[in-house]
């Protein structure tokens, strides 16, 4: 099955400092990669669509020069959390679907933990 | 404006019941609608998926009822395990991409 890797699980930083997190494809390439934050027992919470080649789309309410995203090939997103506040601490969660196949389900990966201090 | 409306919050289920958790939406332009389920320090897995033009799936012990008319869908998981004890999300999606998720359901399955 299509598998989504996110590196890394866990990380723990000093405010004012800036987290990038991975997001891969490892079997399959994808043009549009979701990035999702997700509070303490709450849903999850889109982000962005990062989309390959070109700039990432912003939900509503999301800061991109704070989160920034960057698409460089088609395994491959990462998100950079810049100029970490304690209350970005959350669960970061990114999602893929292959490339090209119709109605294919998004794939998750297993998630970022960021605690900032 | 929440878009797939989920019930109950919480669910607790002794082993062998059957876990019934239901979802609502109001978009008519929703043609995918899946179940993800997450364990605590995870990102949520595929369960099973359904499309509106059936109105039942069934995967092993997991089925998902949808009435398209009433624009709502149910996952029910028989014979329910500790194991399947985890947070349970519905979602929709349509033509944009963007996956809408409930707010999620923790079911509890008592040993």
């Known amino acids: 099955g299509a598998v989504v890797s996110q590196h890394p699980s866990w990380v723990i930083c000093k405010s004012g400092t800036s987290v990038k997190i991975e997001c891969r494809s490892l079997?399959?390439?994808?043009?549009?990669m979701f990035w999702y934050r997700q509070f303490p027992k709450q849903s999850l919470m889109l982000m962005a669509t990062?989309?390959?080649?070109?700039?990432?789309?912003?939900e509503q309410g999301v800061e991109k020069d704070k989160f920034l995203i960057n698409h460089a090939s088609l395994t491959l997103s990462t998100l950079t959390v810049t100029s970490a506040h304690p209350e970005d601490s959350s669960f970061y969660i990114c999602s893929a679907s292959p490339l090209g196949r119709i109605n294919s389900p998004l794939h998750f990966g297993n998630g970022t933990r960021l605690t900032v201090t | 404006q929440q878009q797939v409306k989920q019930s109950p919050q919480s669910l607790i289920v002794q082993k062998g019941g059957i876990s019934i958790i239901n979802c609502a939406y109001e978009n008519t332009a929703f043609d995918y609608f899946p179940w993800y389920q997450q364990f605590p320090g995870k990102g949520p897995a595929l369960l099973i998926a359904?499309?509106?033009?059936?109105s039942e799936k069934k995967e092993g012990r997991f089925t998902i009822s949808f009435n398209k008319s009433a624009k709502q869908f149910s996952l029910h998981i028989m014979d329910s395990q500790p194991g399947d004890s985890a947070t349970y999300f519905c979602?929709?999606?349509?033509?944009?991409?963007?996956?809408?998720f409930g707010k999620g359901t923790k079911l509890t399955v008592n040993p």
């Open positions: 079997d399959f390439q994808a043009t549009t």
């Open positions: 979602a929709a999606k349509g033509g944009s991409e963007k996956l809408v």
């Open positions: 990062s989309n390959e080649g070109s700039k990432a789309t912003y």
């Open positions: 359904i499309r509106p033009d059936v």
